[in-house]
């Protein structure tokens, strides 16, 4: 369905801007199975302003989730129109522009061992940064993603389709070579059955190329509650490398080698992770002042006075622990590539 946009977000309706706190050591409580271990048993770690879930961590395989998970209402709530910024753009103009750059970099590292005519999909593709450097590659490109207003300003040459489930856009069997699911695994309310449909459209031998924030990062264990990249609560799951790679094993994909190093994701998360722990500062509030349409109102004059100050001696540190995490392999994002086996 599409909805009519917003003018801006209404001041109750924060998006970023939610308070998160660490939560006593008790013992596992009990939960539904794990989708990765199926442990029925898992330790709360984290509260969520305005949130009746708890952040909590598979006793067995260290995977973090929502608990419980919010039902589909509640979820869609998350996702107010303003979420998507403007039709083909969802930051401001320099900060797209520096998106799309990265984007094409990445694109033509995914696509080395690709041929010109091969069928791509990206799962939950958004305004398509990657189908457009995906199409300029020469690749024929098809996205499928939850929202229409999301795909709005979408590069012409990509086949959209919206549907609820990647199962519920009908892609036929062993249809793709590549199948890309960026940064969107962890919204999702069931990523295995994903993960499944996504092992069902790959031709034997075709790739998945998934990436997540990685739970296991030195980031998200040195920052703790505030970690950017929990994106509470629309990340239902909260993958440790290990888990990522079983999962994708049990599905019936072949792992291969784990990629570290993003200057999209990581750097601006070691910032705005160290931002979120000085009192009295907007949680978020750099990435609620770079996104279009200021989500979560203008920052206050102190956030943005002491942003300007912070952020000037922030990025070369951040630019050396993200090279510290990519060379021990604990990168605050991590991404995968794994080829599609026949399952027994
Ligand atoms: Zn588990």
Redo the contacts with the bound molecule.
């Keep these: 369905m599409i909805s009519n946009r917003t003018a801006g977000p209404p001041d109750q309706a924060k998006l970023y801007d939610r308070s998160v706190s660490c939560l006593e050591a008790t013992d596992p409580i009990a939960v539904e199975a ?1 989708p ?4 029925e048993q898992a330790v709360p770690r984290f509260e969520i302003s305005g949130c009746a879930s708890q952040l909590v961590v ?1 006793a ?4 973090g989730r929502l608990h419980p998970i919010p039902d589909s209402e509640t979820i869609r709530a998350l996702y107010p129109d303003y979420y998507y910024g403007s039709p083909g753009t969802k930051f401001r103009t320099s900060i797209e522009k520096l998106v799309r750059i990265v984007g094409r970099r990445q694109c033509r590292f995914i696509a080395k061992s690709l041929t010109g005519s091969a069928r791509v999909l990206d799962v939950g593709c958004g305004r398509g940064v990657m189908l457009s450097a995906m199409a300029d590659l020469g690749f024929e490109v098809h996205g499928t993603d939850i929202s229409k207003l999301a795909t709005q300003g979408v590069d012409p040459r990509a086949e959209i389709r919206i549907a609820p489930n990647l199962s519920d856009a009908l892609y036929p069997e062993s249809y793709f070579d590549v199948v890309v699911i960026w940064h969107v695994l962890e919204h999702l309310r069931n990523p295995r059955e994903t993960l499944e449909e996504i092992h069902r459209v790959l031709r034997p031998g075709g790739r998945i190329v998934v990436a997540v924030p990685n739970f296991s990062s030195l980031q998200a264990r040195l920052t703790g509650s505030a970690w950017f990249h929990l994106d509470l609560p629309r990340h239902l799951f909260h993958f440790p490398l290990h ?1 990522l790679r079983r999962i994708l094993t049990e599905v019936g994909f072949d792992p291969g080698q784990d990629y570290h190093f993003s200057l999209r994701q990581n750097p601006f998360g070691w910032i705005q992770s160290i931002l979120n722990r000085i009192p009295g500062l907007q949680r978020n509030g750099l990435y609620s002042l770079l996104h279009r349409n200021m989500i979560d109102g203008r920052p206050r004059f102190g956030t943005r006075l002491a942003l300007g100050f912070v952020l000037t001696a922030l990025i070369p540190p951040a630019l050396l622990a993200t090279v510290v995490g990519t060379v021990f392999r604990r990168g605050a994002t991590v991404h995968i590539e794994a080829i599609r086996l026949e399952r027994k």
């Design positions: 794990c990765v271990c199926c442990a598979c067995d395989c260290g995977l888990s």
